[in-house]
């Protein structure tokens, strides 16, 4: 083996390190939603390990998780190649996992933004798409706990 | 640059109040001899700085107040004459002039005068008008707009399963009031929602905005094969996913023609957790003008109203006229 080719190899090798240890969730499935890629973050918060999910459908694993609504929310990414997104605003979480801060934490559950990406193989078409899940907890919980008290600011306000 | 218009019929008065603006002050100067020709150059927007004579032939400067009236332009009128009756004075402040000067006026009166009613700041405000696209880059900008349009409205189209009747896009430069306004509408307004979206790639940033009126919801849930309930949080979710479909195509549209690849932040729900009028006053210190393109949708059949606007920063126009350069040629 030329030492080219294994440069690329070893290059390759802390590349999917990375993916790995990176602390965002990045989850790939097929046009049929099985389960491609499944990183440690998905992992370390699910407690399912790649080779519990990989090939397997997203539904079956996550019941919660509904299939229409999810269906039509990830269509136009694998037709029109935009990218689709859920913010905690709307729903607080796609997976229920547990607070990354289980102690000091106040939410019981972790508050999520989802995007979701086409990836177009090198066929040119988008047989796969690429969900990355971040952890929203601490915004989530500033912003609310900023809003209660702007609530009781005005209650004060109003009785002074 | 603020243009001044001096009208009056005699060429020595003319010069003398040429000279009597302040020497500083930066200003294209035009001239008019009788109020016909001012109100021409008016309508040409040459003088957003009226300085009018009131006895004259053809049109003298009552008429001339009265035509500016009625024709609702913009101008800031301050009348120089040599009639100094009191009812004379009274009558061009009825009629909208912003003071009264006497002949022969001097370097000092003028300039207080101008002073007093904020007009020598107005060339700062004024100044990004000139400056206006020129129709070549316009025309440019507006094509690839169509073009991405085009690509995205079949999309849209096919995805949906709908007739997109393709706007035709506007493309202005406008300025941090303009959006203020727009947006501030947006806030006080219930009737519509809008979410916004950052950008960037290759030196080039920007934000879309995507504003659907409410009225629209319950068509775009039939269109989107929504059969439950269209709850509060239901119809965010749909503006969301509309935003989301429109800024994706539009934005990837653009890009590709520009060759150049685009990152989109997570959409923010506007109005909603936070105030407009915060949010971009915040912001009010950093820019003063934006390339806007506005493109306001509709889909045959249904009442869906969706306005989109791309907003490009001031510091993203050179490198995408240089991207642009290619098409402007000849």
């Not at chain 2, 879309?208 to 849930?221: I, Q």
């Not at chain 2, 890009?255 to 685009?262: E, G």
């Amino acid at each position: 083996m030329s030492n080219n080719a294994l440069d690329e190899i070893l290059e390759f090798h802390w590349m999917m390190d990375m993916l790995q240890t990176v602390d965002v969730g990045i989850v790939v499935f097929d046009r049929d939603y099985n389960l491609k890629v499944w990183n440690g973050f998905m992992e370390a918060h699910s407690g399912l390990l790649p080779s519990d999910v990989r090939d397997k459908s997203l539904f079956s694993l996550f019941p919660d998780i509904k299939e229409d609504w999810f269906r039509k929310k990830t269509k136009p990414v694998f037709e029109l190649r935009t990218r689709a997104f859920i913010t905690w605003e709307q729903r607080p979480y796609l997976f229920k996992f547990r607070n990354y801060r289980p102690i000091t934490g106040t939410e019981p559950f972790m508050y999520q933004n989802v995007a979701f990406s086409a990836l177009v193989s090198a066929t040119g078409t988008v047989d796969n798409v690429c969900m990355m899940v971040y952890d929203m907890s601490d915004a989530a919980t500033a912003k609310k706990q900023l809003l209660a008290l702007q609530v009781e600011q005005s209650e004060k306000n109003e009785k002074a | 640059m603020l243009s001044v218009l001096i009208c009056d019929d005699s060429l020595v008065a003319r010069k003398q109040v040429a000279k009597c603006l302040p020497q500083d002050w930066e200003v294209n100067v035009h001239f008019a001899k009788h109020g016909e020709e001012a109100l021409q150059a008016l309508c040409e927007g040459k003088g957003q700085v009226l300085l009018l004579d009131l006895n004259m032939p053809v049109m003298d400067g009552y008429q001339t107040l009265e035509a500016i009236q009625k024709q609702q332009l913009l101008t800031k009128t301050i009348v120089i004459s040599g009639d100094i009756q009191p009812e004379a004075k009274a009558r061009v402040l009825g009629l909208g002039a912003s003071d009264f000067i006497q002949k022969p006026v001097n370097a000092e009166e003028l300039t207080k005068v101008l002073q007093k009613h904020n007009v020598l700041e107005l060339a700062e405000e004024l100044a990004p008008e000139p400056e206006e696209l020129p129709e070549i880059v316009r025309d440019c900008y507006q094509e690839v707009t169509n073009v991405a349009m085009g690509q995205a409205g079949d999309h849209l189209a096919r995805l949906m399963g709908v007739f997109v009747k393709l706007p035709v896009p506007n493309v202005n430069l406008i300025e941090v009031s303009e959006l203020h306004m727009m947006l501030s509408d947006v806030d006080s307004n219930e009737q519509t929602s809008a979410v916004c979206q950052g950008f960037l790639g290759d030196g080039v940033s920007g934000e879309a905005l995507c504003v659907l009126s409410d009225s629209s919801f319950g068509d775009v849930a039939k269109i989107l094969n929504i059969t439950e309930d269209v709850d509060d949080e239901l119809q965010l979710e749909m503006l969301m996913d509309v935003a989301s479909i429109l800024i994706g195509t539009c934005l990837s549209g653009i890009a590709k023609q520009l060759d150049m690849n685009f990152r989109q932040g997570h959409p923010v729900v506007l109005g909603q957790h936070q105030s407009v009028q915060e949010l971009i006053q915040a912001n009010k210190g950093t820019w003063r003008k934006t390339l806007a393109i506005e493109l306001s949708y509709g889909l045959e059949g249904y009442h869906v109203q969706c306005d989109l606007v791309i907003l490009f920063t001031e510091d993203s126009m050179d490198t995408l006229n240089s991207k642009l350069s290619h098409l402007m040629e000849d």
